[in-house]
């Protein structure tokens, strides 16, 4: 069992479109991330999230934090082709003295022209 | 800026065969870690190293083994490789301080056991 769960896994759709992505847990974190990434390459962080109903806008993406601090989503309006990459959450978890860098099984993106 | 650089890119092994994956950073992290990435399975850890001179276990440990040999440079070793271990392997670093800091990922080496 996955400490982070994304729905959905795969994700198809056409420009123009909007869509929502969403990274569950049963455990309370202090902040989350949301990292993209391309073929080829190593995920890139796009976001921090850290306070409870927090929402965050980067251009055409809108992260919001779950209220109680267990879940996230990522909403995008307008989607493009550029757009096209795997979507992970991720979550840091205290492991004794140190943090463990935890991620979900991510969401594939893929926009049509 | 070079930040997080893994080596080899690409590599094919034989069943039983050992290799030492490679990744440095220049960032000057104390945090560094080891993932594997299998289609549908996200990133999962196999080792981590909180500073200089400590490692750790993560999720899926069992047929690897690392080194911190100093600030810089954090090595994976497959000591007798299986194709289960066929796979993309991820290095990435990031500062120890805060629960909200940001992880620098290598590029990935793809790995393949035949």
């Known amino acids: 069992t996955q400490l982070l769960e994304q729905s959905p896994q795969f994700l198809s759709i056409q420009e123009g479109e909007n869509l929502t992505v969403y990274c569950n847990s049963s455990s309370v974190f202090s902040s989350l991330q949301w990292y993209r990434q391309e073929p080829g390459e190593g995920p890139v962080l796009l976001v921090t999230v850290v306070t409870g109903g927090e929402v965050k806008k980067l251009k055409r993406l809108t992260f919001q934090f779950g209220d109680a601090r267990k879940d996230s989503s990522l909403h995008i309006t307008a989607a493009q082709p550029g757009d096209t990459g795997l979507y992970l959450c991720?979550?840091?978890?205290?492991?004794?003295?140190?943090?463990?860098?935890?991620f979900g099984s991510g969401t594939q993106l893929t926009v049509l022209p | 800026n070079a930040g997080v650089t893994q080596t080899p890119k690409f590599q094919v092994l034989k069943t039983g065969q050992s290799m030492t994956l490679q990744c440095a950073q220049d960032m000057n992290h104390n945090s560094m870690y080891w993932y594997r990435q299998d289609p549908g399975m996200g990133l999962r850890l196999i080792y981590y190293?909180?500073?200089?001179?400590?490692?750790d276990k993560g999720e899926v440990p069992n047929g690897y083994n690392v080194s911190r040999l100093n600030k810089r440079e954090f090595s994976l070793r497959l000591e007798s490789a299986a194709p289960s271990q066929t796979s993309v392997y991820f290095c990435?670093?990031?500062?120890?301080?805060?629960?909200?800091?940001?992880?620098?990922f290598g590029q990935g080496t793809r790995l393949t056991v035949v």
């Open positions: 991720a979550a840091t978890r205290l492991s004794g003295s140190a943090r463990q860098l935890t």
């Open positions: 190293s909180a500073s200089e001179g400590t490692t």
């Open positions: 990435a670093s990031s500062w120890r301080g805060s629960m909200n800091t940001e992880a620098f």
